[in-house]
T-cell receptor
Framework: KQEVTQIPAALSVPEGENLVLNCSFT??????LQWFRQDPGKGLTSLLL?????REQTSGRLNASLDKSSGRSTLYIAASQPGDSATYLC????????????FGKGTKLSVKP | ETGVTQSPTHLIKTRGQQVTLRCSSQ?????VSWYQQALGQGPQFIFQ???????GRGNFPPRFSGLQFPNYSSELNVNALELDDSALYLC?????????????FGPGTRLTVT
């Protein structure tokens, strides 16, 4: 059974800092991995989707990497801004997921002005 | 391009009642997945509908049921509501069934059971 873990559960950084969020998964036979952002009480916004054949994806200040063999993905946020404050969730597709996404519990990011 | 929409936004029900939540998929998508997100947790997969057929189900009891219409919109029905059913219910649309396509989420429905 796939398990997805995100560490740390919460992170507070000053504005302008570069930061890394971590995601680990137990079953490396995944098809893809998706990073989402969630604002309090809201739905999920898709940030990046990495296919299993890819090593990384980039969108603006965001860069996500995937290392299937070690069961890890990282989300790198450059030059953080207060507007980046949200909960970030990763989810795997495949890897015994019964045909859908398996989510971690998220990392709550706070960027202080 | 129209995004994923859900209705209602908020709902308060009493234990034992029944509820129906609705989701309109993104234009061009034929797959809708439903998730339950308890406070402080990641979303948990309930079930998926692909081209009007159930295409996978998570670890939820039969009182959670669903439907997908020819226009690919979907309903989630929950019977005999329990206090633990209080959560944010999210739907996601994608193309092609399963986990292969990128999933786009709606804003969610907040259900409170008292």
């Amino acid at each position: 059974k796939q398990e997805v873990t995100q560490i740390p559960a919460a992170l507070s950084v000053p504005e302008g800092e570069n930061l890394v969020l971590n995601c680990s998964f137990t079953d490396s036979a995944i098809y893809n991995l998706q990073w989402f952002r969630q604002d309090p009480g809201k739905g999920l916004t898709s940030l990046l989707l990495i296919q299993s054949s890819q090593r990384e994806q980039t969108s603006g200040r965001l860069n996500a990497s995937l290392d299937k063999s070690s069961g890890r993905s990282t989300l790198y946020i450059a030059a953080s801004q207060p507007g980046d404050s949200a909960t970030y969730l990763c989810a795997t597709g495949g890897g015994g997921s019964q045909g859908n996404l398996i989510f971690g519990k998220g990392t709550k990011l706070s960027v202080k002005p | 391009e129209t995004g994923v929409t859900q209705s209602p936004t908020h709902l308060i029900k009493t234990r034992g009642q029944q509820v129906t939540l609705r989701c309109s998929s993104q234009s061009g998508h034929n797959t809708v997945s439903w998730y339950q997100q308890a406070l402080g947790q990641g979303p948990q997969f309930i079930f998926q509908y692909y081209r009007e057929e159930e295409n996978g189900r998570g670890n939820f009891p039969p009182r959670f049921s669903g439907l997908q219409f020819p226009n690919y919109s979907s309903e989630l029905n929950v019977n005999a509501l329990e206090l633990d059913d209080s959560a944010l219910y999210l739907c996601a649309s994608s193309l092609g069934g399963g986990y292969f396509g990128e999933q786009y989420f709606g804003p969610g429905t907040r259900l409170t059971v008292t």
